[in-house]
């Protein structure tokens, strides 16, 4: 069963660092592209951030660009998400996502139950 | 301000049809394929939908997606009450090298 489990979220001033991490389980990691994708407060889906399976190529929004680095660790079956420089508006649940196989497709097929990270004074 | 637009909301009744409209351009619907998600509240979005029309394992054909130029569909035929949720499509996007989702649309069971 593909399980994807999300953790380091929580409360972090305006500025500061935070880190998430993904674990995931049930399924060959390093095939897989893994992607972060967060959800505001009443809002809707906002796509963050992808890395393929090899941890070569990576994405990211442009909001996040140069502020959050997303990095994963094959032999720990592992997906991380550096998020420096928080704003307010960072604040959102993360979900950790499996991309499907299909090239270019958003098949995002397996979610986390997200990690929520409120930035605030 | 997302590229993909969504009307906020639909509703039909039980049995009903109801179609949501997912509107794009050249870079993103225009050029790649779309996808759709369900997601109700509080927990994790479902994909409904990818490759435009294919539906993953255990999601039922009442559910069904289409895609013309640079626009796309969902459909729900024969509308139950478990169905109202909230509705996002997807697809990437060349000109901002990433992937965008539409602006969500509530789906209401009347």
């Known amino acids: 069963e593909v399980q994807l489990v999300e953790s380091g979220g929580g409360l972090v001033q305006p500025g500061g660092s935070l880190r998430l991490s993904c674990a995931a389980s049930?399924?060959?990691?390093?095939?897989?592209?893994m992607n972060w994708v967060r959800q505001a407060p009443g809002k809707g889906l906002e796509w963050v951030s992808i890395?393929?399976?090899?941890?070569?190529?990576?994405y990211y929004a442009d909001s996040v660009k140069g502020r959050f680095t997303i990095s994963r660790d094959n032999a720990k079956n592992s997906l991380y998400l550096q998020m420096n420089s928080l704003r307010v508006e960072d604040t959102a649940v993360y979900y950790c996502?499996?991309?499907?196989?299909?090239?270019?497709?958003?098949?995002?097929?397996?979610w986390g139950q997200g990690a929520l990270v409120t930035v605030s004074s | 301000q997302s590229v993909l637009t969504q009307p906020p909301s639909a509703s039909g009744t039980p049995g009903q049809r109801v179609t949501i409209s997912c509107s794009g351009s050249?870079?993103?619907?225009?050029?790649?394929?779309v996808s759709w998600y369900q997601q109700f509240p509080g927990t994790a979005p479902k994909l409904l939908i990818y490759?435009?029309?294919q539906r993953p394992s255990g999601v039922p054909d009442r559910f069904s997606g289409s895609k013309s130029g640079t626009s796309a569909s969902l459909a729900i035929s024969g509308l139950q009450s478990e169905d109202e949720a909230d509705y996002y499509c997807?697809?990437?996007?060349?000109?901002?090298?990433?992937?965008?989702f539409g602006t969500g649309t509530k789906v209401t069971v009347l």
């Open positions: 997807a697809a990437w996007d060349d000109s901002l090298n990433g992937y965008v």
């Open positions: 050249s870079p993103n619907i225009g050029s790649y394929t």
């Open positions: 049930g399924f060959t990691f390093s095939t897989y592209g």
């Open positions: 890395i393929g399976g090899g941890g070569a190529t990576k």
């Open positions: 996502v499996r991309k499907g196989l299909v090239r270019y497709s958003p098949d995002f097929d397996y």
């Open positions: 490759t435009n029309n």
